[in-house]
């Protein structure tokens, strides 16, 4: 017995985890749970965007400044992900759910009783670290989940995920025009509440797979990202086509409500309806992945994401209504194409390292939502200063870029 190596034994107790972990089994209330609690937390990232315009009138901030809320919570997204989302492989994952939500209402709570821009880009990155709940909540699927049938389940909870990103901006418009931005952040605030008590009530303890130190732990993402080409390549290409994603809808509640569409932020929210109808390919995407391969579905989602970005680019040659036709079915596409994408993504670096899926995760994110931070801050200097025409000519290129980095490794194997 003495002669068995100390990472033999290390590595039989991740798997024998793992195993008790899958054995709970994920019944359809426990996905549910999951799904909705990822939605809900990753909403918090995105209520503020349809909002911008009417928010700045109320608060007496330019457009510039504004546009520092949305990057605020995506920056605090990233730093959250980074600095605390590896956790989830060293401690219980229900605990830190319960913990992150807990703080997340509190700074939705602090967002809506801003007095002032400095107050609400405080609370906004507060929200953007604790919205990581959801980061915590994707592992959590993938951990319950049978090998086999990974890429589906996965696959379903990241639906919920992505609803809660597109169909915030649907319930943020609606409410900020007939109820006030600040009603918003409360009802937001009383949601994430729920979850957590239901959380509480429904979600299984989870064992740590490692008992590194913290900073062990966080050295141990630059020796993962060193050590695994796919995950540098599927943190790339997911960043890069962030930079489109946030570009486009960061600036979207502001580009209309000025000429020559002159629309609310309710008519901004309302696009988020037709980037939901890509969401729902989440499901479908896993089950390819399953069954296909993710190397196929992300090379076909980047595609399908740089033709709908570069389709808006014809804008110029419709009328109003025709405009907002096109930019309506963009939003379809490129949203169809970057979850499938990130699902593909997912399922490539879940199948790594299974002892390290929290960290593995956190590193694909923060690549995702790196290039989220800087598409809302690029994305409103390019309408600044080029109009519309400037936001698609950004998005179109990160997007061919990362249709590159996808492409690249099969051209080099095939050398």
Same mark, same amino acid.
């Given at each position: 017995?003495?002669?068995?190596?100390?990472?033999?034994?290390?590595?039989?107790?991740?798997?024998?985890?793992?195993?008790?972990?899958?054995?709970?089994?994920?019944?359809?209330?426990?996905?549910?749970?999951?799904?909705?609690?990822? &939605?809900?937390?990753?909403?918090?990232?995105?209520?503020?965007?349809?909002?911008?315009? !009417? #928010?700045?009138?109320?608060?007496?901030?330019?457009?510039?400044?504004?546009?520092?809320?949305?990057?605020?919570?995506?920056?605090?997204?990233?730093?959250?992900?980074?600095?605390?989302?590896?956790?989830?492989?060293?401690?219980?994952?229900?605990?830190?759910?319960?913990?992150? $939500?807990?703080?997340?209402?509190?700074?939705?709570?602090?967002?809506?009783?801003?007095?002032?821009?400095?107050?609400?880009?405080?609370?906004?990155?507060?929200?953007?670290?604790?919205?990581?709940?959801?980061?915590? +909540? !994707?592992?959590?699927?993938?951990?319950?989940?049978?090998?086999?049938?990974?890429?589906?389940?996965?696959?379903?909870?990241?639906? &919920?995920?992505?609803?809660?990103?597109?169909?915030?901006?649907?319930?943020?418009?609606? @409410?900020?025009?007939?109820?006030?931005?600040?009603?918003?952040?409360?009802?937001?605030?009383?949601?994430? $509440?729920?979850?957590?008590?239901? $959380?509480?009530?429904?979600?299984?303890?989870?064992?740590?797979?490692?008992?590194?130190?913290?900073?062990?732990?966080?050295?141990?993402? %630059?020796?993962?990202?060193?050590?695994?080409?796919?995950?540098?390549?599927?943190?790339?290409?997911?960043?890069?086509?962030?930079?489109?994603?946030?570009?486009?809808?960061?600036?979207?509640?502001?580009?209309?409500?000025?000429?020559?569409?002159?629309?609310?932020?309710?008519? %901004?929210?309302?696009?988020?309806?037709?980037?939901? %109808?890509?969401? #729902?390919?989440?499901?479908?995407?896993?089950?390819?992945?399953?069954?296909?391969?993710?190397?196929?579905?992300?090379?076909?989602? !980047?595609?399908?994401?740089?033709?709908?970005?570069?389709?808006?680019?014809?804008?110029?040659?419709?009328?109003?209504?025709?405009?907002?036709?096109? +930019?309506?079915?963009?939003?379809?596409?490129?949203?169809?194409?970057?979850?499938?994408?990130?699902?593909?993504?997912?399922?490539?670096?879940?199948?790594?390292?299974?002892?390290?899926?929290?960290?593995?995760?956190?590193?694909?994110?923060?690549?995702?939502?790196?290039?989220?931070?800087? &598409?809302?801050?690029?994305?409103?200097?390019?309408?600044?200063?080029?109009?519309? +025409?400037?936001? !698609?000519?950004?998005?179109?290129?990160?997007? @061919?870029?990362?249709?590159?980095?996808?492409?690249?490794?099969?051209?080099?194997?095939?050398?």
């Amino acid at each position: 017995m003495n002669s068995i190596p100390k990472t033999h034994i290390a590595a039989a107790k991740v798997a024998a985890h793992t195993t008790q972990s899958s054995s709970h089994g994920l019944s359809t209330p426990l996905i549910g749970l999951l799904a909705t609690g990822a &939605g809900l937390a990753v909403a918090s990232l995105y209520y503020s965007q349809p909002m911008l315009g !009417v #928010l700045a009138d109320d608060i007496g901030a330019t457009e510039r400044v504004v546009g520092m809320v949305p990057m605020s919570t995506q920056l605090g997204y990233a730093l959250g992900i980074l600095l605390l989302a590896p956790l989830g492989d060293r401690y219980d994952r229900r605990r830190i759910i319960l913990i992150k $939500a807990a703080i997340l209402t509190a700074a939705l709570l602090l967002a809506g009783a801003a007095s002032g821009v400095g107050m609400l880009l405080a609370a906004s990155l507060a929200i953007g670290l604790t919205a990581t709940m959801a980061q915590d +909540i !994707v592992p959590a699927a993938a951990t319950l989940a049978p090998e086999q049938h990974r890429g589906r389940i996965v696959g379903t909870v990241m639906t &919920g995920l992505l609803l809660g990103i597109l169909l915030s901006r649907v319930v943020s418009g609606f @409410v900020a025009e007939h109820f006030g931005w600040r009603a918003m952040f409360v009802g937001a605030a009383a949601s994430i $509440a729920l979850i957590g008590l239901a $959380a509480w009530r429904g979600l299984p303890r989870f064992h740590p797979t490692t008992h590194l130190s913290y900073g062990a732990l966080l050295g141990s993402l %630059a020796t993962l990202f060193k050590k695994h080409g796919a995950l540098r390549r599927a943190a790339l290409a997911q960043g890069l086509l962030s930079v489109g994603f946030s570009a486009f809808w960061s600036t979207l509640a502001v580009m209309l409500h000025g000429a020559p569409f002159h629309l609310g932020s309710a008519a %901004a929210g309302a696009f988020g309806l037709a980037g939901a %109808a890509g969401a #729902l390919a989440a499901p479908l995407a896993g089950r390819i992945s399953d069954k296909k391969g993710p190397e196929l579905v992300t090379r076909l989602g !980047v595609g399908l994401a740089t033709v709908s970005f570069a389709a808006m680019a014809l804008s110029p040659w419709f009328s109003t209504d025709g405009q907002l036709v096109l +930019i309506a079915l963009a939003a379809i596409g490129f949203d169809l194409g970057v979850q499938a994408t990130l699902v593909a993504h997912q399922t490539i670096v879940y199948s790594i390292e299974p002892g390290a899926r929290s960290r593995l995760n956190a590193i694909l994110f923060v690549g995702m939502f790196v290039g989220m931070a800087a &598409g809302a801050a690029l994305g409103s200097l390019m309408l600044a200063q080029w109009g519309w +025409i400037g936001v !698609v000519g950004l998005a179109t290129t990160t997007a @061919v870029l990362a249709l590159v980095v996808r492409l690249w490794p099969g051209a080099a194997k095939a050398r």
